[in-house]
């Protein structure tokens, strides 16, 4: 965008304002195209899963099964229609994030100072700038000089002099001496600016649309619940393929024989596994956004929890972002006095440090008011980089700080103890200023190099960020879980060594990020797989990128912080990117996956507690609802492979019943189970290892499920033989065993629902035992169980109900027989973990 500078002193017309801004646009960053709610909604009625329904539901319609054909078929919309609402709901969650009160800018326009909302700057506007605003838009100075803190945009930590005097010769716009750029802070000083650019031709625009070229790959749970589905799908088409010929040898009908293919297919898709994720996942959403962490994506729950790595900045994160007087050598009341004096902070604004030195001059006893320090004030003479000093012309004095090495140059007297002090606090990567002093001498107000020449040293004071309190413990949560903690900064490595020595990092060795950059991959690959944790110090952009990048080629699940619009790329590349929501800019929360609203470190450490009781959750309704799978398929095998002279033990509809109906809200409780003993002290998930393990598999289908299909069967056969039945007897409508067959049935459906009962109690821990976690804890899943059972009796005694399930009213003898269902299936479960905890000696631990 070129544009002609046509601004008059007083600034634009309204008029012609509005005009540009119809040109122009808004001044507000592109967002990223958003993914198509009509694609999203497709893709849950494509799900392998759900491709399997649709295969059931065309087996139902071609054997004539109308009925349960559309029973399939409102399955597949409702599970399609829960999954999309949760994860748009998610999305909706993070668009309140950014819906902060509209900035504002200072403009001249009609001639007059006005406030305007930045998206309605527009090229030409003359912008006022002053100390504590954020430049809204790039601009060129045409009058002033303002101090900037860039670190926004280029990541330098200390502000840089931006002076409308100054020829602007610089080819790279960002090394311009005479431009401010939209997103970064004028700590110091004021100036009008002519409006260059805004929205997406500013600088801030330009590398926003570059980070967003940065590839996002899918979070492991997305890939391995990917995996599940195919791997269920497999299941369900591989033992169709084979037993759907036996059955017709056995001597099944075709239509028989397709109804045995459609009940493998429903029995093997749990229909509620992908809606109870999405809740699940949405459920850790809403619990992080509690604990001041915003996800953007719902697989960013679990992918936290998995983290290895994290990659952390300092500033704001470790610390709070709020400098304080930690050393004053020596501690004086001339010491406090003179830095009120030289002071440019009142009681509740400005530059950090100004505000640090003002507290400690108060806390020092220094009582005069600020307002009458200005009216003493004769001359100011801002600091410049340059110089790295600042000094005040006051009634009573000259008063000067700035850099050690500067201000004591400039002393008379031996200062040589006053600069070993400064070395010594410099070591301590502490931000060190000298003070010094000089009698007013005449009438005149003399020149800043007068008044900063022929003074006397009264001392030095040393600054530090420090760490934000509750982030050493945070430290201390994240070792115990196995995980390694970076510093990656743009500060001074002193400085940083001695923030990660005081939070209990193991950071012994601190690496320029120049060095890092001039390494081979190699070298840094055995540097980040070395021991202990590093602190890697003056990190361009570039440098984090490269870090996050070696560190996933090792196989880390990486969690990377930034606030900054360079950090943007880094952040997209990690396997979660960590934005500050404070302090941090929209680029940085554009690119990044979660979102710190207090920008503290120790909300990391939560969320992986939070990510990893997720995952630890998913787990367990994935057990749950696998475990059922074996008594709702053995049914249909046992009906195939007997050639129809063993009635089918197990309606389709009767199965959907139990994966919609009874599962479902115990299930869904699982996915609320509070976090496990131990969940913190355990390490990290490899990489590669994914939600199903064996042990999951053998506990589910080996253990609950071999356990429920016995006793459901054990339930069958004896409610048939009890009525008389035998093998090859008739027990269709209008047989006189009609009725006692819809007995049997029903007690398999009861049976397997009283499975179900024990089951999720076994399923709330992987290895403790119940006891351990107590039986009432999570009393959401006795409010399912509760609805669980209440729905069973309404299918089992309700006439209506009985007569779209097949389901008839048990005799008392056969509820007696199935109450001790639960507690066998538990009890299996339960000796197995008791085993499994004595062999690895954890048994009086749990």
């Known amino acids: 965008m070129t544009v002609t500078v046509s601004s008059t002193p007083a600034g634009l017309s309204t008029r012609e304002a509005q005009r540009r801004l119809q040109q122009y646009g808004p ?122 803190d860039n670190s926004a945009l280029t990541g330098e930590s200390a502000p840089v002099v931006r002076d409308a005097s100054l020829d602007d010769d610089r080819e790279n716009p960002l090394d311009s001496p005479t431009r401010v750029f939209s997103g970064t802070v004028c700590t110091e000083g004021s100036a009008k600016a002519v409006v260059v650019g805004t929205g997406a031709h500013t600088e801030l625009g330009r590398i926003a649309a570059l980070s967003q070229r940065v590839h996002v790959d899918q979070s492991p749970l997305e890939r391995q619940v990917r995996r599940v589905a195919w791997l269920i799908a497999l299941v369900a088409v591989g033992a169709g393929v084979v037993f759907l010929p036996l059955g017709l040898v056995a001597g099944l009908s075709l239509a028989a024989a397709l109804l045995f293919a459609i009940g493998l297919l429903v029995a093997n898709v749990p229909e509620g596994l992908l809606p109870t994720i999405t809740l699940a996942l949405a459920v850790g959403v809403r619990s992080m956004a509690r604990r001041g962490a915003v ?26 972002n709020k400098m304080r007087v930690v050393e004053a050598w020596p501690a004086s009341p001339e010491l406090a006095d003179a830095l009120f004096r030289c002071g440019t902070a009142d009681d509740t604004t400005g530059d950090p440090t100004e505000v640090a030195l003002l507290r400690y001059a108060r806390e020092a006893g220094v009582t005069a008011d600020v307002g009458d320090r200005e009216r ?4 100011l003479n801002r600091f410049d980089p340059r110089r790295k000093m600042m000094s005040t012309v006051d009634a009573n004095g000259i008063h000067v700080k700035g850099a050690p090495e500067t201000v004591l140059a400039r002393c008379v007297g031996d200062v040589s103890k006053l600069r070993r002090d400064a070395e010594e606090l410099e070591s301590r990567g502490l931000r060190v200023l000298a003070v010094a002093t000089k009698p007013l001498s005449g009438q005149d107000v003399p020149t800043q190099q007068d008044a900063e020449s022929g003074l006397t040293a009264i001392g030095v004071v040393g600054l530090l960020d420090p ?79 490269r870090i996050a990048d070696a560190l996933r080629h090792k196989g880390e699940v990486v969690a990377m912080t930034g606030d900054g619009v360079n950090d943007a790329p880094a952040l997209r590349r990690a396997d979660i990117g960590v934005a500050m929501g404070a302090a941090g800019t929209d680029v940085a929360r554009e690119a990044a996956t979660l979102v710190l609203t207090d920008d503290n470190f120790a909300t990391i450490a939560a969320g992986i507690e939070e990510g990893r009781r997720v995952f630890d959750n998913v787990r367990k309704f994935i057990l749950y609802i696998f475990a059922h799978a074996i008594p709702e398929v053995v049914p249909f095998l046992l009906f195939a492979l007997a050639g129809g002279a063993i009635p089918l033990p197990l309606t389709v509809l009767q199965i959907l019943a139990i994966d919609l109906g009874t599962e479902t809200l115990p299930a869904l409780a699982l996915g609320r189970e509070p976090a496990e003993p131990g969940l913190m002290q355990r390490d990290p998930r490899k990489r590669g290892e994914g939600v199903i393990t064996k042990r999951l598999l053998w506990r589910a289908w080996g253990v609950m499920g071999s356990v429920s299909a016995v006793l459901a069967l054990l339930a069958f056969f004896t409610v048939l033989l009890v009525g008389g039945w035998h093998l090859g007897d008739p027990v269709g409508l209008g047989a006189p065993l009609h009725h006692v067959y819809l007995q049997a049935t029903t007690a398999t459906f009861v049976g397997v629902v009283a499975c179900q009962v024990g089951t999720a109690f076994a399923a709330r821990t992987e290895r403790a035992s119940l006891r351990a976690i107590g039986l009432t804890t999570n009393r959401l899943l006795l409010a399912g169980i509760a609805f669980e059972l209440a729905f069973t009796g309404a299918l089992v005694y309700v006439p209506l109900l009985q007569d779209v399930f097949g389901t008839a009213a048990l005799p008392p003898w056969v509820v007696l027989m199935l109450l001790p269902f639960p507690i066998a299936v538990w009890g299996v479960d339960e000796l197995d973990r008791w085993r499994r905890r004595r062999r690895s000696g954890q048994v009086r631990t749990t």
């Open 295 to 320: 996800v953007k994506r719902l697989s960013a729950v679990e992918t936290l929890g998995s983290t290895t790595v994290i990659c952390t900045d300092k500033t704001g994160t470790l610390t709070a």
């Open 27 to 148: 001044n507000a960053l592109p967002q990223r195209s958003t993914r198509r709610w009509w694609r999203e909604l497709v893709k849950q009625f494509t799900h392998p899963l759900a491709l399997l329904l649709w295969m059931a539901a065309a087996l139902s319609a071609v054997s004539g099964s109308t009925e349960l054909g559309i029973a399939i078929l409102v399955v597949i919309v409702l599970n399609a229609l829960l999954a999309f609402v949760q994860e748009q709901q998610a999305e909706h969650a993070v668009e309140a994030l950014g819906r902060y009160l509209p900035q504002h800018a200072w403009v001249l326009r009609d001639g007059h100072r006005q406030q305007v909302p930045a998206t309605d700057l527009v090229p030409d506007d003359v912008l006022l700038v002053e100390e504590g605003d954020r430049v809204s838009a790039d601009a060129r100075l045409v009058e002033g000089v303002v101090e900037v």
């Open 376 to 379: 003493e004030r004769l001359a």
């Open 467 to 545: 760490p934000r309190p509750e982030v050493a413990a945070a430290v201390r949560a994240v070792h115990t879980a196995g995980i390694k903690v970076h510093v990656v900064t743009g500060d001074n490595g002193h400085t940083a060594a001695e923030i990660a020595r005081q939070v209990g990092l193991d950071a012994d060795r601190v690496i320029e990020g120049a060095v890092v950059d001039r390494m081979p991959e190699d070298e840094l690959d055995r540097l980040l797989a070395g021991e202990g944790e590093i602190v890697f110090a003056r990190s361009t952009p570039e440098t984090k990128l």
